[in-house]
């Protein structure tokens, strides 16, 4: 139960961030350089994975309560 509810955490930390790098990712120049371009694109793809952890943490906290209606 700690492990779902500490995934969902990381998960919500990393939606902000994803938000924090999108909008990074938006006020800059076309003309940036490509290392910073590409770390960002490095970046959200770490964030994407939050999104996983946040499913995965309510799909474990679901199936925790579903255990204890039923027990």
Known sequence: ????????GIGIVLM???LVIAQVKAALPSSADKNVTD???????????GFGL????IIVLAAFGLVNIFR
């Open 1 to 8: 139960m700690q492990i779902a509810i500490g995934a969902i």
């Open 16 to 18: 902000v961030g994803y």
């Open 39 to 49: 770390g960002l694109a490095s970046t959200q793809q770490t964030v994407f994975a």
């Open 54 to 57: 946040i499913a995965v943490g």
